[in-house]
């Protein structure tokens, strides 16, 4: 199984942690704890390949989890429809690009670790936001940070090219991805669905 190389330092640190516990029969039970540990990390930084649809009007999904928000973004006066995806610790971690495109604007805001299921971490959380430019339209994703370990990771720069269903990053452990799209697309989720990033049809272009 591949893992995010961000994963390493973790598994590392408690893979020696378990290994020390084990040497000493006195410690040797303990042990079992950092090992366990070491497994669900291994298993929460999976970075598994993922093949977007064949057609490219179809934009995919940034993240893997569950869509818990579609509705016009409040604070932009755009037209912009909103679809906000929350991860909980189980799901799949790595975030793809929705679209071919070029990387516009890039922008870090600091701010709160509220849980990430909740309406207010689109707006009052510690996030991540990048513009892409395909043709005329432009797509935004929010990486936004949740309560449990708050880091953010961003592997691009402004002016590079994604291709639809790329790696561009992590959030680490429960999150948030808020996804603005232009009103010319089609959105195909509704609240509740649940979908995988880089595979899973998020917009239809005319």
Known sequence: MRIARQGFVYV???AAAA???AFLPATRPV??????????????????????????RFWVSPADGKVVYVGPEQALSSGRTRVSIFLSIFDVHINRSPISGVITDVIYTPGRFLPAYREQASSQNE??????????????????????ARRIVF????????????????????????????PEVKVLVAVGDRVRGGESALAERA
């Open 19 to 21: 290994l020390l516990l």
């Open 31 to 56: 042990s079992l704890v950092p090992l366990a540990l070491c497994l669900f990390v291994v298993y929460f930084f999976r970075d598994p390949d993922r093949t977007p649809p064949a057609d490219p």
């Open 12 to 14: 590392g640190v408690l």
């Open 155 to 182: 592997s691009k720069k402004k002016g590079e090219r994604l291709e639809r269903g790329e790696r561009f990053g992590l959030i680490q452990f429960g999150s948030r991805v808020d996804v603005l799209l232009p």
């Open 127 to 148: 996030q991540n936001e990048m513009s892409l430019s395909e043709d005329s339209l432009r797509v935004t994703v929010r990486q936004i940070a949740g309560v449990i």
